[in-house]
């Protein structure tokens, strides 16, 4: 602690955690032995911050147009496994000659968004299996979450294993089971009217997909949409011009039913105490760290317990500003792993309800992230001056709110970009709140 008008300097364990009985004892010999006049300014980066890690029950990942794949072993909370279920529609060709047209093949065809996280340089697999049960949401919710899943046939009905080059538009073609291909082309020459439509197809033919992969090393992102990013294809050919390639599309359908569900496995880490039934561990017993990983089920909650002790510094405060300074850990991000762009923080109820974004003197607080991957030494700021005023005057416990960051959407929803923040004491701490004051003795 700092006074800035008179320049003397006072001892910073007056408001090292803003301690009470530290205040009490000390405020009379503050008054009358340094200042001299009847107010002064405080400069104050000692507040304590309490860092914890909390369990999201659930995030949507329904409708968002991307499928997610693969298995990532990150090194800080564990290893992520990501699979994807999808509904496909009527054949686009309805019609076909059962006297001059012969069977090829099925497969499935995705295209890849160029999103990525793991290990490049290996080879990547894409096995695909047939839903036992129709996709469909659960009473009273309108989405489907990461946390979601539906029975299939734990037989593959096809596989594909080979690289990926994810800044390439290359498309996988994933060569499907000839029995279902056959059983489709059938019923296209000979019960068209049993899959003209989408519910028709889907209830006599196909409940629908789930796309998973076995490969450890990476996780990659496909299109997912209703267009031409994902779908099946039937290959056939006449007997008539046999160098005519035919082909027949099952686009996907119910978009809003599309969904990724991720796994996450943190046994061999500190993060595995956090869960469903112990949704909130201090960074004390994560080794000092906390992370915000949403598909993994992982948010950073912050609480300033002592702040109401700034009331003890004299007998009126009056808050200046306040600045949360934000610092991610030291590799916890690269290039190709990169820090993102805003870092949103609300306030909260319970472990995780958001009340509401934070604003300060310039909007929403998004973190005025400053990027240096050079010396590792980015850094996300914010203006918590008049959340610092409303926590001095809440009128109780409950009134009061605690913060936590978050990822814009649709980062939040669809990426497994994550942010480490490691709160160990040191020079340049990885959390730190300051904050200036006039404190009027008189």
Same mark, same amino acid.
């Given at each position: 602690m700092k006074i800035l008008k008179k320049k003397y300097a006072v001892t910073a364990l007056i408001v090292l955690n803003i301690l009470a009985t530290s205040c009490s004892n000390t405020q009379s010999d503050i008054g009358n032995t340094f200042f001299q006049s009847h107010s002064n300014i405080l400069s104050i980066d000692t507040v304590t911050v309490n860092m914890s890690t909390v369990y999201l029950d659930s995030v949507r990942t329904s409708g968002m147009g991307i499928a997610l794949l693969g298995s990532y072993d990150d090194s800080v909370y564990g290893i992520n496994q990501s699979s994807t279920y999808l509904q496909l529609g009527a054949p686009s060709v309805q019609s076909i000659s059962s006297v001059t047209s012969v069977y090829d093949s099925l497969c499935f065809v995705l295209l890849p968004n160029r999103y990525y996280v793991g290990d490049t340089t290996q080879n990547f697999n894409v096995t695909v299996y047939r839903l036992n049960q129709l996709l469909g949401l659960n009473p009273n919710e309108a989405v489907l979450f990461n946390t979601s899943s539906f029975n299939y046939n734990p037989a593959p009905i096809g596989s594909w294993t080979g690289r990926l080059y994810p800044h390439l538009k290359d498309t996988v073609s994933v060569r499907l089971s000839d029995q279902l291909g056959n059983t489709l082309f059938s019923a296209i020459e000979f019960s068209p009217d049993r899959l003209s439509t989408n519910n028709l197809f889907i209830n006599n033919y196909l409940d629908g997909l789930m796309l998973s992969s076995n490969t450890s090393s990476a996780i990659y992102g496909f299109l997912a949409s209703g267009d031409t990013s994902a779908y099946m294809r039937l290959f056939y050919h006449s007997n008539l011009n046999a160098k005519a390639e035919l082909y027949t599309d099952f686009y996907l359908t119910n978009n809003s039913l599309q969904f990724n569900h991720i796994s996450t496995n943190s046994n061999n880490t500190p993060f595995a105490q956090i869960n469903s039934n112990n949704k909130m561990v201090n960074a004390v017993q994560t080794n000092r760290r906390s992370v915000l990983q949403p598909l993994s089920n992982y948010a950073i909650r912050l609480s300033f317990p002592y702040l109401q002790n700034l009331e003890h510094l004299g007998r009126y405060v009056k808050i200046i500003s306040a600045q949360l300074t934000i610092r991610p850990e030291a590799g916890t991000y690269t290039f190709?792993?990169? /820090?993102?762009?805003?870092?949103?923080?609300?306030?909260?109820? *319970? @472990?995780?309800?958001? +009340?509401?974004? /934070?604003?300060?003197?310039?909007?929403?607080?998004?973190?005025?992230?400053?990027?240096?991957?050079? @010396? &590792?030494?980015?850094?996300?700021?914010?203006? +918590?001056?008049? @959340?610092?005023?409303?926590? /001095?005057?809440?009128?109780?416990?409950?009134?009061?709110?605690?913060?936590?960051?978050?990822?814009?959407?649709?980062?939040? *929803?669809?990426?497994?970009?994550?942010? $480490?923040?490691? &709160?160990? +004491?040191?020079?340049?701490?990885?959390?730190?709140?300051?904050?200036?004051? $006039? $404190?009027?003795?008189?």
């Amino acid at each position: 602690m700092k006074i800035l008008k008179k320049k003397y300097a006072v001892t910073a364990l007056i408001v090292l955690n803003i301690l009470a009985t530290s205040c009490s004892n000390t405020q009379s010999d503050i008054g009358n032995t340094f200042f001299q006049s009847h107010s002064n300014i405080l400069s104050i980066d000692t507040v304590t911050v309490n860092m914890s890690t909390v369990y999201l029950d659930s995030v949507r990942t329904s409708g968002m147009g991307i499928a997610l794949l693969g298995s990532y072993d990150d090194s800080v909370y564990g290893i992520n496994q990501s699979s994807t279920y999808l509904q496909l529609g009527a054949p686009s060709v309805q019609s076909i000659s059962s006297v001059t047209s012969v069977y090829d093949s099925l497969c499935f065809v995705l295209l890849p968004n160029r999103y990525y996280v793991g290990d490049t340089t290996q080879n990547f697999n894409v096995t695909v299996y047939r839903l036992n049960q129709l996709l469909g949401l659960n009473p009273n919710e309108a989405v489907l979450f990461n946390t979601s899943s539906f029975n299939y046939n734990p037989a593959p009905i096809g596989s594909w294993t080979g690289r990926l080059y994810p800044h390439l538009k290359d498309t996988v073609s994933v060569r499907l089971s000839d029995q279902l291909g056959n059983t489709l082309f059938s019923a296209i020459e000979f019960s068209p009217d049993r899959l003209s439509t989408n519910n028709l197809f889907i209830n006599n033919y196909l409940d629908g997909l789930m796309l998973s992969s076995n490969t450890s090393s990476a996780i990659y992102g496909f299109l997912a949409s209703g267009d031409t990013s994902a779908y099946m294809r039937l290959f056939y050919h006449s007997n008539l011009n046999a160098k005519a390639e035919l082909y027949t599309d099952f686009y996907l359908t119910n978009n809003s039913l599309q969904f990724n569900h991720i796994s996450t496995n943190s046994n061999n880490t500190p993060f595995a105490q956090i869960n469903s039934n112990n949704k909130m561990v201090n960074a004390v017993q994560t080794n000092r760290r906390s992370v915000l990983q949403p598909l993994s089920n992982y948010a950073i909650r912050l609480s300033f317990p002592y702040l109401q002790n700034l009331e003890h510094l004299g007998r009126y405060v009056k808050i200046i500003s306040a600045q949360l300074t934000i610092r991610p850990e030291a590799g916890t991000y690269t290039f190709n792993r990169p /820090l993102p762009s805003s870092l949103p923080i609300c306030a909260i109820e *319970n @472990y995780y309800t958001v +009340l509401d974004s /934070l604003t300060g003197s310039n909007g929403v607080e998004h973190g005025n992230p400053v990027m240096d991957h050079v @010396y &590792n030494n980015s850094a996300y700021t914010y203006d +918590l001056t008049q @959340y610092v005023i409303n926590q /001095l005057q809440a009128a109780n416990d409950y009134s009061k709110n605690d913060l936590m960051l978050t990822f814009p959407y649709p980062s939040f *929803n669809t990426t497994f970009q994550q942010f $480490v923040v490691n &709160n160990k +004491l040191s020079a340049n701490p990885g959390i730190q709140l300051s904050i200036q004051a $006039v $404190v009027f003795t008189e």
